[in-house]
């Protein structure tokens, strides 16, 4: 690939894996809870150890953002938070107006926490509803009920200005009403940023092996994702990317829009993924998912829990495009060469194609899918593989 002139923003993504229950439809590295198992004080010394073993390969480079996910990053107590955010000021180079992310599920908070979080640097909370009514809840086994969801909104909205709730839709049983009805709830509490998606049966979970019965069928579940994306245009919401959905460009999710422009991001903790760039090539991590052993070897020998692989020259255009074409503004076109290297020339065949497809913007200043290209996503980015 051709030399990077500069090096894209940089964030970090922290994973925190415990859940109290495992939800039967997530695929991500989180684990159940046992008894005494959460030692917060070792997993946070671990995780400091894994960023310091990270440094050298970003000296110099700012933080622009910090997502803490999960599992439940809520599980953990404020001072556990407050420790770790300490530690990653005195390490790297934090932005003055960096946005700090933390997950939080309904059934783990209580309002003192909520506000230790924001004491230890958390400016913005992103919360797991996933519905408001009770019989999906319990369809899709989350651990809290459609109050504390009311609860911890109301709460969050208090005390902190940046508030995402999550949102799922075509669940077993669920109808078009009672899946906008989801949607006017989460926009009579105010909340000014909503990731509306739907669920999927991924391989390797429990609804992947064994799926819950009464799903919408494939019409339905297009026709319920219609009228929640029509319900949050009405209520004055924009679409920014494929499934964010916010009052203002203020509240948009910087840390995602990122990832959707190809930016950097350290990964650790257990099972995290990374992204690095050098002026020669770029590279993906990856953290051991086992807990035990990541655990173990941060401790001892953090290289041992690290996996870096140099993505290929010719993987890079479908790299780039599976994340811009998320966002229904696409990105600059010149942004292609920025982030890859490789100059815009070498894809001309491809993006002719989209073009001809109606999947692609006309505009050359800009790689943007159109409205055709936003609902067959797959399709669009299939032809820069």
Same mark, same amino acid.
């Given at each position: 690939?051709?030399?990077?002139?500069?090096?894209?923003?940089?964030?970090l993504?922290?994973?925190?894996?415990?859940?109290?229950?495992?939800?039967?439809?997530?695929?991500?590295?989180?684990?159940?809870?046992?008894?005494?198992?959460?030692?917060?004080?070792?997993?946070?010394?671990?995780?400091?150890?894994?960023?310091?073993?990270?440094?050298?390969?970003?000296?110099?480079?700012s933080?622009?953002?910090?997502?803490?996910?999960?599992?439940?990053?809520?599980?953990?107590?404020a001072a556990?938070?407050?420790?770790?955010?300490?530690?990653?000021?005195?390490?790297v180079?934090?932005?003055?107006q960096?946005?700090?992310?933390?997950?939080?599920?309904?059934?783990?908070?209580?309002?003192?926490?909520?506000?230790?979080?924001?004491?230890?640097?958390?400016?913005?909370?992103?919360?797991g509803?996933?519905?408001?009514?009770?019989?999906?809840?319990?369809?899709?086994?989350?651990?809290?009920?459609?109050?504390?969801?009311?609860r911890?909104?109301?709460?969050?909205?208090?005390?902190?200005?940046?508030?995402?709730?999550?949102?799922?839709?075509?669940?077993?049983?669920?109808?078009?009403? /009672?899946?906008?009805?989801?949607?006017?709830t989460?926009?009579?509490? !105010? $909340? %000014?940023?909503? @990731?509306?998606?739907?669920? #999927?049966?991924?391989?390797?979970?429990?609804?992947?092996?064994?799926?819950?019965?009464?799903?919408?069928?494939?019409?339905?579940?297009?026709?319920?994702?219609?009228?929640?994306?029509?319900?949050?245009?009405?209520?004055?919401?924009?679409?920014?990317?494929?499934?964010?959905?916010?009052?203002?460009?203020?509240?948009?999710?910087?840390h995602?829009?990122?990832?959707?422009?190809?930016?950097?991001?350290?990964?650790?903790?257990?099972?995290?993924?990374?992204?690095?760039?050098?002026?020669?090539?770029?590279?993906?991590?990856?953290r051991?998912?086992?807990?035990?052993?990541?655990?173990?070897?941060?401790?001892?020998?953090?290289t041992?829990?690290?996996?870096?692989?140099?993505?290929?020259?010719?993987?890079?255009? /479908?790299?780039?495009?599976?994340?811009?074409l998320?966002?229904?503004? !696409? $990105? %600059?076109?010149? @942004?292609?060469?920025?982030? #890859?290297?490789?100059?815009?020339?070498?894809?001309?065949?491809p993006?002719?194609?989209?073009?001809?497809?109606?999947?692609?913007d006309?505009?050359?200043?800009?790689?943007?899918?159109t409205?055709?290209?936003?609902?067959?996503?797959?399709?669009?980015?299939?032809?820069?593989?």
């Open positions: 690939m051709n030399t990077l002139t500069q090096l894209p923003p940089l964030s993504y922290i994973h925190l894996h415990w859940c109290i229950q495992k939800c039967p439809y997530c695929d991500f590295n989180s684990h159940s809870i046992r008894q005494n198992e959460l030692n917060e004080t070792a997993y946070i010394q671990a995780l400091i150890n894994d960023l310091q073993t990270e440094l050298p390969n970003i000296w110099g480079r933080i622009n953002s910090i997502f803490i996910g999960g599992g439940t990053p809520s599980l953990f107590q556990s938070i407050d420790k770790l955010m300490s530690h990653i000021r005195a390490l180079k934090l932005s003055p960096a946005e700090i992310t933390l997950e939080a599920n309904p059934g783990t908070f209580e309002r003192e926490k909520f506000q230790g979080f924001k004491d230890a640097g958390i400016n913005r909370l992103s919360i509803v996933q519905s408001f009514q009770d019989k999906q809840l319990q369809a899709i086994g989350r651990v809290h009920n459609s109050q504390e969801a009311k911890a909104i109301e709460y969050a909205m208090n005390i902190f200005e940046r508030v995402n709730i999550d949102l799922m839709y075509a669940l077993p049983e669920q109808t078009i009403q /009672a899946a906008t009805q989801d949607i006017q989460a926009v009579s509490l !105010g $909340v %000014p940023h909503i @990731s509306a998606y739907q669920l #999927t049966l991924e391989p390797n979970t429990a609804f992947g092996h064994t799926p819950p019965n009464h799903l919408p069928s494939d019409e339905l579940s297009q026709d319920i994702e219609e009228a929640v994306h029509q319900t949050l245009f009405q209520a004055a919401y924009q679409r920014y990317e494929i499934s964010a959905f916010t009052k203002t460009a203020h509240q948009q999710s910087q995602n829009l990122n990832y959707w422009q190809f930016g950097d991001y350290i990964g650790i903790g257990a099972g995290a993924h990374g992204k690095i760039s050098y002026t020669t090539h770029i590279e993906r991590t990856t051991t998912r086992s807990p035990k052993d990541y655990l173990a070897a941060m401790h001892n020998n953090p041992q829990a690290i996996t870096r692989q140099k993505i290929a020259t010719k993987d890079l255009p /479908a790299e780039f495009m599976m994340n811009a998320r966002l229904t503004d !696409g $990105v %600059p076109s010149q @942004s292609f060469t920025e982030r #890859t290297g490789i100059s815009l020339a070498k894809i001309a065949k993006l002719t194609l989209a073009t001809q497809k109606k999947l692609l006309k505009d050359p200043r800009f790689l943007r899918p409205a055709l290209g936003q609902r067959f996503l797959n399709d669009l980015i299939e032809l820069f593989l």
